[in-house]
C-alpha cells in the first residue's frame, strides 16, 4: 500500500440550524478523512445533509447555522476558528467548489477570461496581464475549443457542458489541495456527463488534488471514488472502498439505494423501492432514524441509535445488524449476486498474486 | 404483453413537423419529420438529450403547440386542428400528462382536494359534493396518498408526494393515455423507485397506455415495452426496449448507452465510452425509417441500410 496523506479531518460535527419550527438538527456526529490524490464521495438523498457537511468545509453556511459540536482540521488548523479572513484567504485557493447548476454558477456580466482569472488577481495579487495569460492555459487544458477567440465571451454564448468546464476552470486555477464537486453533472446530459467526469479524472492526476464528490447518482460514484461514505438524515451509515461499497455493503440503507437503481439485468416488475421518506430533521426518530423505512429493523433500532461495527480496516456500518447477538440476515438477492461477483474478483486477485512474479525488465 | 396489431393503435404520429418562428433567421426545427405509433397498453419511452425534441413531441400530441405539418391520429381520430367543442373536451378527458416538476405543476393557493377534483368539476363527473370528495379521496388513495391530505396545501408535500398528487389529478378524469414527461427526474433515487412502481400498478389496473418522456436511460428501460431515440429533432432509432439496449444498431443510440454510469467499479473501470460524431446526419442524404429487423427500426439513406442490415446479422437479429 502507498503510504497515505490525511489532509483533511471532519470529526464529530454536529450542525443544527435555527428556525422559526424549531431546531434543525442537519448533520449529527460526521466524521471522515480525505487522503491526498483521493477522490471521497459523499452519497445520500436530498436533506440527507451532505451539502451542509461540504459547506461548513467552505466556511459557508447560513447565519443561522450552528455548531453544536466538533472539528475540521485542514493540515493543522481547525477551519471551524478561523476568521472570516483566514477562510476568505484559503476558499477559493486552498479548497475550491465546483457547484451544481453551471447556469446560476457563473456572473453572466462578466467576461469568462476575466471569471477565471479573478482567484489568481485576488489571492495571488497577480498582475491582470500575467493572471489573463494563465486564465487562457487553464482553458484550453479544461478542453475550451478555440480558446483565444473565446477568452472575452459571456456565460450566454456556452453551451451547458462548456460552462460547467469554464466552473472547473475557475475552481482549478489556483491548483486547489481539494475541490468540493457538489453534484457538478447532475445538471448535464449524459454524454455531456461522460466528458466532464472523465476530464476531472484527467486533471486530478495531472495536479494531484483531492476530490470529494457529493452525489445521488450511485453510477458515477462507481466511476469517480476510491472511497464512499453513504449519508442517512444527518448521519454517515456506512462507509468504505467503493468495492467495499458496491460489492459488500452491510447496511440496509445501502441495501436499499443499490437494488432501487435499475441495472440491465433488471427484471420487468420488480424494481425493489424503500418505502417511506426521509423523517423531518426537526425531530429525528429515537434509535436509528432508518428504522421505520427498514424492512431488517430490530427492536433494539427503535431504542437504541447502533454504534460503527468494523466490517474491515477500511469499512464500516451504523448498523444493528452487525452486531454479534443480531439474528443472521439474508440481503436482497441483487446485493447477494453483488457479493459473489465480489468474491470471485478477489479470488481472481488472490490468483494473480500467486503466479510467479514475472522478473521486471530492467531499465 | 402488448399486442402489436394494427387495430389495437391508440397513438399514430405521423410526419410531424413542428418549427418556431417560421421563415426567419432564427427558424428551430424542434421537431422534424417523426413518425411513431403507440399501441394499446403500451409505454413508450421517448430519449434524447435536452434539445432533442422529446418533449415538443409530448406538447404537440396533447394540444399544446398547433404542429407546422403531420398527422397526430387518436383512436383513429385525426386530432390535429382540432376546435374547441366536443371532441376537444373528449380528448382532454382521454389524454392527460404528468409534469416533471411537482413543485411548479401545482397551483400553490389550491387544495389538494381542489387540484385533484379541477378535472371532474369540468367535466361534470361528479353529481354533488359528497361524490366529488369521495372520489378525491380514492383517488388519494390510489396513489398512495392518505385521504386525510385532501384539505392541505402542495407546500405541506414532499417532492415524491407532490408527483403523487399530480399522477391523482392527471387519472381523476379516467384518461387511458397519459404523457409522462420526465415525472421522476426531480426526485431522489429511492423515491424515484416509488413512482416508478406505482405507474406501473396503475397501468396494469387500469389499462393505460403511457408516453414517457426521460432522459435517464436506466429507468426508461426499466418502464417501456419499446424505445424510440431522438437527436436534434429527428427519430433515429426505434426497437423494443431490451433490444435496443442490448444491440443498439445506430451509433448515436451507442454513444448514448455507452455514456450511462452503472453502479458497478468494475464495470465502470473498464468501460469504453463511444464518441459519436452528429456531423454524419448532415450531410444532405435522403434518410427514411427503415425496418433492419423485426419491429427494430433505423433512420438510413438507400446506402447505409446494407450496413445496418449486417450489423443486425453480426448481433443475430435477423435470419440470413
Redesign the interface.
Known amino acids: 500500500m502507498e503510504s497515505k496523506e490525511k489532509i483533511l479531518e471532519v470529526k464529530d460535527l454536529t450542525i443544527n440550524f435555527n428556525t422559526y419550527a424549531g431546531t434543525v438538527k442537519a448533520i449529527r456526529d460526521v466524521s471522515f478523512d480525505l487522503n491526498k490524490g483521493e477522490t471521497l464521495a459523499i452519497v445520500g ?2 436533506g440527507s445533509g451532505k451539502t451542509v457537511t461540504t459547506r461548513s468545509i467552505m466556511g459557508l453556511n447560513a447565519s443561522n447555522a450552528d455548531v453544536a459540536k466538533g472539528s475540521i482540521m485542514f493540515h493543522d488548523k481547525d477551519i471551524l476558528k478561523m476568521s472570516d479572513k483566514e477562510i476568505e484567504a484559503m476558499r477559493g485557493a486552498e479548497i475550491a467548489e465546483i457547484f451544481q447548476d453551471p447556469m446560476t454558477s457563473l456572473d453572466p456580466t462578466m467576461k469568462i477570461g476575466r471569471q477565471i482569472a479573478e482567484p489568481l488577481m485576488i489571492h495571488k495579487g497577480m498582475k491582470k496581464d500575467k493572471a489573463m495569460s494563465q486564465a487562457l492555459e487553464m482553458m484550453k487544458l479544461v478542453g475550451i475549443t478555440d480558446a483565444e477567440h473565446r477568452i472575452n465571451d459571456y456565460p450566454h454564448q456556452f453551451s ?1 457542458g462548456m460552462r460547467q468546464r469554464i466552473v472547473i476552470a475557475i475552481a482549478l486555477i489556483n491548483y486547489p489541495e481539494i475541490i468540493i464537486a457538489d453534484e457538478p453533472t447532475t445538471a448535464l ?6 466528458q466532464i ?2 476530464l476531472m479524472k484527467e486533471l486530478q492526476d495531472k495536479i494531484s488534488t483531492s476530490i470529494i464528490f457529493i452525489t ?8 469517480m471514488a476510491d472511497r464512499v461514505a453513504v449519508m442517512y438524515a444527518g448521519k454517515i451509515v456506512e462507509f468504505g472502498t ?2 467495499e461499497i ?2 459488500d455493503p452491510k447496511h440496509p440503507y445501502t441495501w ?3 437494488n ?5 439485468d ?1 427484471a ?2 420488480s ?5 417511506g ?1 426521509p423523517p423531518d430533521l426537526l425531530d429525528p426518530p429515537k434509535g436509528d432514524s432508518f428504522a421505520p423505512r427498514n424492512a431488517y429493523a430490530m427492536k433494539i433500532d427503535t431504542e437504541q441509535e447502533p454504534p460503527f461495527f468494523k466490517v474491515s480496516d477500511t469499512h464500516y456500518a451504523a448498523t444493528w445488524l452487525l452486531h454479534p447477538d443480531a439474528p443472521e440476515v439474508t440481503p436482497p438477492a441483487q446485493i447477494i449476486e453483488r457479493q459473489k ?1 465480489y468474491k470471485e ?1 478477489q479470488q481472481e486477485l488472490a490468483e494473480e498474486a500467486k503466479k510467479p512474479v514475472k522478473e521486471e525488465e530492467e531499465l | 404483453m402488448v399486442d402489436y396489431d394494427d387495430s389495437k393503435k391508440v397513438l399514430e404520429v405521423s410526419h410531424l413537423k413542428q418549427y418556431f418562428n417560421v421563415g426567419k433567421a432564427d427558424e428551430v426545427r424542434a421537431v422534424d419529420d417523426i413518425s411513431f405509433d403507440i399501441y394499446e397498453g403500451e409505454t413508450f419511452g421517448l430519449v434524447g438529450e435536452s434539445g432533442s425534441g422529446k418533449t415538443t413531441i409530448g406538447r404537440a400530441i396533447i394540444h399544446l403547440y398547433t404542429p407546422t405539418a403531420g398527422s397526430i391520429k387518436f383512436h383513429g381520430k385525426e386530432i390535429v386542428g382540432l376546435k374547441k367543442g366536443k371532441t376537444m373536451s373528449d380528448l382532454r378527458r382521454d389524454m392527460q400528462m404528468i409534469f416533471q416538476d411537482p413543485y411548479a405543476s401545482l397551483n400553490p393557493r389550491m387544495k389538494v382536494k381542489d387540484i385533484v377534483a379541477e378535472g371532474i368539476d369540468i367535466n361534470n363527473l361528479a353529481k354533488n359534493d359528497e361524490e366529488r370528495s369521495k372520489r378525491v379521496e380514492n383517488l388519494l388513495e390510489t396513489v398512495g396518498l392518505n385521504k386525510d391530505h385532501s384539505s392541505r396545501y402542495p407546500h405541506e408535500f414532499s417532492g415524491g408526494q407532490r408527483q403523487r398528487i399530480g399522477i391523482a389529478r392527471a387519472l381523476a378524469v379516467e384518461p387511458d393515455f397519459i404523457i409522462a414527461d420526465e415525472p421522476i427526474s426531480a426526485l431522489d433515487v429511492s423515491i424515484q423507485a416509488q413512482v416508478v412502481n406505482l405507474l406501473k400498478d396503475l397501468q396494469r389496473e387500469r389499462k393505460l397506455t403511457y408516453l414517457f418522456i426521460a432522459h435517464d436511460l436506466s429507468m426508461v428501460k426499466y418502464i417501456s415495452d419499446r424505445i424510440g431515440v431522438m437527436h436534434y429533432g429527428k427519430m433515429l432509432e426505434i426497437a423494443d426496449a431490451d433490444e435496443i439496449y442490448s444491440h443498439p444498431l445506430h451509433d448515436y443510440t451507442k454513444s448514448l448507452i455507452s455514456a450511462v454510469p452503472v453502479p458497478d467499479p468494475e464495470y465502470e473501470r473498464t468501460r469504453q465510452q463511444l464518441d459519436y460524431d452528429a456531423k454524419l446526419e448532415h450531410d444532405d442524404k435522403e434518410r427514411k425509417m427503415v425496418e433492419i429487423s423485426p419491429r427494430h427500426w433505423v433512420r438510413a439513406s438507400e446506402d447505409e441500410i446494407p450496413m445496418y442490415q449486417k450489423r443486425a446479422q453480426a448481433e443475430s437479429l435477423v435470419k440470413d
Open positions: 438523498e436530498s451547458g446530459d449524459v454524454t455531456i456527463q461522460a467526469l472523465r445521488h447518482d450511485l453510477g458515477v460514484v462507481a466511476g467503493v468495492d458496491f460489492y436499499g439505494l443499490l432501487s437503481m435499475p441495472t440491465m433488471t420487468d416488475d424494481l425493489p423501492s424503500i418505502p421518506t461477483k474478483m
